[in-house]
Nanobody, 121 residues
Framework: QVQLVESGGGLVQAGGSLRLSCAAS????????MGWYRQSPGNQRELVAA???????NYADSVKGRFTISRDNAKNTVYLQMNSLKPEDTAVYYC???????????????WGQGIQVTVSS
């Protein structure tokens, strides 16, 4: 069992930055792949970024060059640095622990409760 708690969301103006954090407990964090998803009203939940246990990363095309996922295994925490934010980035952001095979992309297993990010124009 893995427990995930997100923090760092809020309201920011377009062009601004936010850093989301996700603290994990209940499992060996360093062996888990981690991902960030988002979901806005009327849309499906989509994968934003993922990082493997060894640091391999993958990003959605819509956030490449603006968002950076990273992890600190000593703190059992994964981060999502979001720069140059746009109104279309507004969503509830979810942290997930799962697996990240070389073929097929990130597979979620456990979820956080989600945190709101709102970007005003």
């Amino acid at each position: 069992q893995v427990q995930l708690v997100e923090s760092g969301g809020g309201l920011v103006q377009a062009g601004g930055s936010l850093r989301l954090s996700c603290a994990a407990s209940g499992s060996t964090f360093s062996s888990n792949a981690m991902g960030w998803y988002r979901q806005s009203p009327g849309n499906q939940r989509e994968l934003v970024a993922a990082i493997s246990s060894r640091g391999r990363t993958n990003y959605a095309d819509s956030v490449k060059g603006r968002f950076t996922i990273s992890r600190d295994n000593a703190k059992n925490t994964v981060y999502l640095q979001m720069n140059s934010l746009k109104p279309e980035d507004t969503a509830v952001y979810y942290c997930s622990a799962g697996s990240f095979p070389l073929v097929g992309g990130f597979l979620p297993g456990y979820w956080g409760q989600g945190i709101q990010v709102t970007v005003s124009s």
